[in-house]
């Protein structure tokens, strides 16, 4: 075929196209507009289209079982150092298996690995609320139930990670991260107040219950998926060389070892803030479970609205610049929450801190995905996870005791300092995260 013949055929292709456009429905232009590089994009992909509700559902499940079981803890033991244990419990599995893991979901077949741990979880859930409802949840039983799930867990997040980008490659990857994102941060924001709710009308065993039938939701939307999700041959050298090789990758990429770094000290002095919701609740703000419930979702809120525009503002500003803006509002915001002795002063800060918390914490999720070819994907975002899930129980139970020898609102203090503190140091030396700008969703590796 000749270059004028070509040159014709795709001007064919575009009239086409532009007379199927006028002749569409509105409902159906207004859906191409919001689907074609807007800002739901991503659900022009038939598959994340179903994945998306399944997985809403099952995490708002996950956010009244976490509501509950946090305040089930303050309850039995009233000690903060108790909660951040409970934390600390559903996360150690993180610290542990997660390098195994994010081997294991690019060697694995990923949508049968994630639906294998859900089921898992499933069990898990059922099996606290059959043992709280027989009166057998002691602080032990829900350590060991709480890390059993949590080893479940493990092995089901580089998977999920790294499936979202299979099923929208290319210039939607962003915005399938982000919308993820929501998903998950709208049933923080729904979660916590249903938990609420539930403690106050039917008990913590309900809880429990909502949570293992939530999996049922996203357990279906797997089985639905046409997307080929295979795993790769066993790598030469076996499973410890093939962790290395992304050790290896991390360590020798300064723009990679920087953006994992501040996500750990954001991860430790930070989002263990959720820690000590029950504490701010309870001893400072004088609140009850519904209390607690709110202050929990209302972070969830500000993740929700901040997650639609996080696609616009990277068309127009680099992601080193989104991840310094939003660190320095997160430190900020936690410094004034600490300080906030008015109930809903104290709401109106969550929503800020869970926008820019989602905006820093998406941001670098992509910058680390955007930048490896798909068979690293699950071992890069198993590091991901270990920074991120596996620093935050540790700063949960650090940051907990520190409020059980000073105070809540101290505790609050220090992390917010030190997280302002980084902030002023990665906008003060430009040069820590320069190379970590990418060129735009138009360029991310497929």
Known sequence: MGEDEAENREEKI?????????????????????????VLSAFGHRDFRILWPGALLSNIGTWVH????LWFVKELTNSDAWVGAANFANFIPVLIFVLLSGSLADRLNRKKLIIVTQVAMMLGAFALGICTSLGWASLGVIMCLTAFMGVAFVFNFPAWRAIVTDL?????MLNAVVLD?????????????????????????????VNGFSFLAVIGALLLLKTETPGHPVPVGGTGRHIAEVLKYAWTNKWARNVLIILGVTAFFGLPFVVLLPAVAKDILGRGAAGFGLLMGFTGLGAVIAAPLVTLINRRISESEIIKGSALCAGLLLVFFSLSRTYWLSLMISIGLGASYLTMCATINTVLQSRVSRDMRGRIMSLYILVFQGVFPIGGLVMGFLADVRSAPF??????????????????????????VTDNVNNYAG
């Open 66 to 69: 976490m509501t509950a079981l």
């Open 14 to 38: 575009t009239v086409e196209e532009l007379e199927a456009d006028v002749s569409a429905p509105t409902t159906t232009l207004i859906g191409r507009t919001l689907f074609k590089g807007g």
């Open 411 to 436: 505790s609050l203090f220090v992390g917010g300092a030190v997280c302002f503190a980084m902030a002023v140091v990665i906008t003060a030396f430009p040069s820590l995260l320069r190379d970590a």
């Open 168 to 172: 929208c490659p290319g210039k939607d």
């Open 181 to 209: 994102a929501a998903q998950f941060n709208m049933a923080r924001f729904i979660g916590p107040a249903l938990g609420a709710i539930i403690l106050n009308v039917w008990g913590i065993a309900a809880a429990f219950y």
